[in-house]
């Protein structure tokens, strides 16, 4: 019994060692992930064509070999919001996270989620994150609870240009409030931009790709720019003469046709509001100019990551995700910035490049949203989806970009306040019920409500069937989208230039 005892103990220690090993070998085999967040850049850039003049040839390269969504929308148009929604899985009307001041741990529904890199990280992967992918890039918002290993993102966030004074932004219009002030830009002549925290982050990001793994990666990196406020190095604002700039087509009576609450959410006819001092001021061409300026400069900060990439032994094993959280207006329904539920705001960039899977300049154009990636992902590293997701996985249109997709794309702005966007329409109905409905095969620039037509009814009837049942009370009980200053603080920690 004993010799028969020892003989079972070692088959069990043979078999034991085997599955261990053929547990390591298939985690070996598992694709790394490269995750690149891209703060407020709506659709300009050179593969989505959203502005003739902008230049973004790294991204444009990085298109070139996977698959760009034409057609890609967040979930929320605010940075903490939309974010929270990409990192969780779960929509702001299940969690309740519509703004900048609703921390999503607080959620009731999020406050022990397991985010993006916690299931990766539960799967046999090591998490590493530097920049903003949650709403902050440090501290309590930036959940370090979710990473491996978690870089404090230092360097100079070029937050305030030294023309800025307490009474005079560097662009010349005055001062109003705090909201107003970050709405700023100008040229740094004299700045080491080595020393700038994206490219900092840049930096960090491509020492990573050049060191030794004993499991597949998930590594994350988030550039701030275009984020508020246009602050970058001389060099990028060179790149766009200010007498060449063309500003997108602006329709002065485009406010006319929508309901009150569209208006409030614009702004556009306040006059301490954005566009009316960008008009009264005459800064259309300069504001362009600042935001294919700060364009720039994170397509050469993103330039950095993918070269380390190309040139590291992990090349053709890592799947690479770039995105936008947001879009961002720059004048369309007479309003600047995110918030707002149209098209600018909502849309996005987001490639997906999976070696093996993506044909190099693939191009899909069915409706996805940013909600989508965390399933997406799951499935393409080959591990369990977490069955909290509420987004659908695309790799069904990564092997075929038009393969059949009934899934219109769902933007939240607050309790209530939805758009549903489809492959040819888009419906908004506010919290208030009020709605607009654009056709965008005839009316691209959303500048023709036809909520009311008697011919698109049905359209409207259709859309709305997507619209949640049911919306979670905001977390923090502010209402206000905008919300905190959070996303836009530089820590302590941050080198000052003169």
């Not at 929604?85 to 959620?107: C, E, K, Q």
């Not at 440090?138 to 070029?158: E, L, P, V």
Request: some cysteine; charged content about 25%.
């Amino acid at each position: 019994m004993k010799k028969y005892a020892i003989v079972v103990l070692v088959l069990l220690s043979v078999v034991s060692c085997k599955k261990n090993q053929e547990s390591e070998d298939e985690l070996g085999k598992k694709p790394n992930i490269l995750f690149i967040a891209v703060d407020d850049l709506n659709d300009w850039t050179g593969f989505l064509g959203g502005h003739p003049q902008v230049q973004t040839p790294n991204m444009d390269k990085l298109a070139a070999t996977g698959m760009v969504f034409e057609r890609a929308y967040c979930a929320s148009p605010a940075c903490n919001p939309s974010r929270s929604a990409i990192m969780t899985g779960i929509l702001p009307n299940s969690s309740g996270v519509y703004g900048n001041s609703d921390y999503f741990r607080d959620s009731p529904v999020l406050a022990n989620a397991l985010t993006i890199p916690q299931w990766f990280g539960k799967h046999g992967y090591k998490t590493l994150a530097r920049g903003k992918i949650f709403h902050h890039p440090n501290g309590k918002w930036s959940d370090s609870i979710s990473w491996n290993t978690k870089a404090y993102a230092d360097g100079n966030w070029m937050n305030k240009h030294p023309n800025q004074t307490k009474t005079t932004l560097a662009n010349g219009m005055p001062y109003v409030s705090r909201f107003e002030q970050i709405f700023d830009w100008g040229a740094l002549n004299s700045i080491d931009e080595e020393q700038s925290m994206d490219v900092a982050t840049a930096n960090w990001a491509s020492e990573q790709l050049q060191k030794e793994y004993e499991s597949p990666f998930f590594l994350a990196c988030g550039i701030f720019r275009p984020h508020l406020p246009w602050n970058v190095p001389q060099k990028y604002y060179d790149l766009f003469p200010l007498e060449t700039i063309q500003v997108p087509e602006l329709l002065e009576s485009d406010l006319n046709d929508i309901p009150e609450r569209g208006k409030d959410f614009s702004g556009g006819m306040d006059p301490n509001k954005d566009y009316q001092r960008i008009k009264r001021h005459h800064l259309f061409k300069e504001a362009v100019q600042a935001y294919l300026a700060s364009i720039a400069y994170a397509d050469a900060c993103v330039g950095r990551i993918l070269e380390s990439l190309e040139n590291s032994p992990y090349s053709d094993n890592t799947i690479v995700v770039l995105w936008g959280d947001h879009g961002w207006n720059l004048g369309e329904k007479l309003h600047y910035r995110k918030f707002v539920l149209w098209e600018e705001s909502a849309r996005v960039p987001l490639i997906i490049k999976a070696p093996s899977l993506t044909e190099s300049g693939s191009v899909s154009r069915r409706t996805v949203n940013l909600l989508d990636l965390y399933p997406t992902l799951s499935e393409l590293a080959g591990i369990p989806i977490n069955p909290k997701n509420e987004g659908k996985s695309l790799v069904p249109l990564l092997k075929n970009p038009i393969v059949d997709w009934n899934y219109p794309s769902l933007t939240t702005l607050g309790p209530n306040d939805h758009s549903v966007r489809d492959e040819n329409f888009r419906y908004i109905r506010y919290a208030d019920g009020t709605e607009e409905l654009y056709d965008h095969v005839n009316d691209p620039m959303e500048w023709k409500n036809i909520a009311d037509y008697p011919g698109f009814q049905h359209v409207k009837q259709t859309l709305a069937e997507w619209i949640p049942k049911e919306s979670a009370p905001s977390v923090s009980g502010n209402l206000d989208p905008r919300g905190t200053d959070l996303d836009r603080k530089a820590p302590k920690k941050v080198v000052k230039y003169e």
